[in-house]
């Protein structure tokens, strides 16, 4: 019986916070690097966090085309909107947070484990949003925060000044990584359709990212 529980709502916050706290601490980073006149390490920050969220708007718009197939174009068209400002996935945090607070706070468990059952279609819909956000975030660990942990030790190491903003970069990237390591395990574990799946899922490690790619495929 698929299950969306209280902390995992919880958890859904917290990444909600270091999302938009990292966004802040980037543009923070690059605003202090150009004003000292270090506009390479400025321009690099700023390309990582553009082709990361370029990524990640591509992903989402298709994957909401997907899903959305067959209704009103006129959403589509909204939804298309949102994406081109770079806002997708505040979208997707929206849809997450509905479902997931009517799933942990408001419904009642059920002992029918039919996804027919309300109660269980609320639970799949927020495990789903909550998949696609944590697969989004797993492209930008890798595009963005990633390469931004690598060059700011790399600066440390190589001009040996240090400023607060380098160790809140340094921080905020360790966090992303960690976050986005551990919900993308948790989603995956969720997605999954019976516990066997999930304990080979523990034996086969490597294959996590096209399992729960296909298991993605197949909500849809």
């Known amino acids: 019986m698929m299950k969306f529980t209280k902390q995992d709502f919880f958890v859904l916050v917290g990444g909600i916070i270091i999302y ?49 197939e067959g209704t009103d174009t006129g959403k ?28 942990a706070f ?36 890798f595009l963005e925060t ?7 030790i790399y600066i440390l190491m190589q001009h040996g000044k240090t400023n607060c903003y380098q160790y809140a970069a340094i921080f905020m990237s360790l966090c992303g990584i960690s976050f986005s390591m551990a919900d993308y ?7 999954l359709p019976d516990k066997d799946m999930k304990m080979a899922s523990h034996s086969f490690g490597h294959s996590n990212s096209v399992s729960l790619s296909w298991s993605r495929q197949g909500s849809t």
């Open 20 to 68: 938009v706290v990292d966004i802040g601490v980037d543009f923070w980073v690059a605003s202090k690097y150009f004003c000292q006149g270090q506009y390479s390490w400025s321009i690099l920050i700023l390309c990582f966090r553009g082709i990361s969220s370029l990524v990640t708007q591509i992903f989402s718009y298709e994957w909401f085309k997907n899903d959305w």
């Open 76 to 103: 589509l068209k909204w939804i298309f909107l949102v994406h081109l400002f770079h806002c997708g996935i505040f979208i997707r945090y929206w849809f997450a947070l509905k479902y997931g607070c009517q799933a």
């Open 106 to 141: 408001k419904l009642k468990s059920s002992g029918d484990a039919s996804e027919t059952d309300p109660s269980n279609f609320i639970k799949k819909q927020a495990i789903d949003a909550v998949t696609d956000i944590n697969m989004l975030r797993v492209f930008k660990a």
């Open 146 to 152: 990633t390469p931004q942990l690598f060059v700011q």
């Open 185 to 191: 395990q948790m989603s995956l574990q969720k997605s």
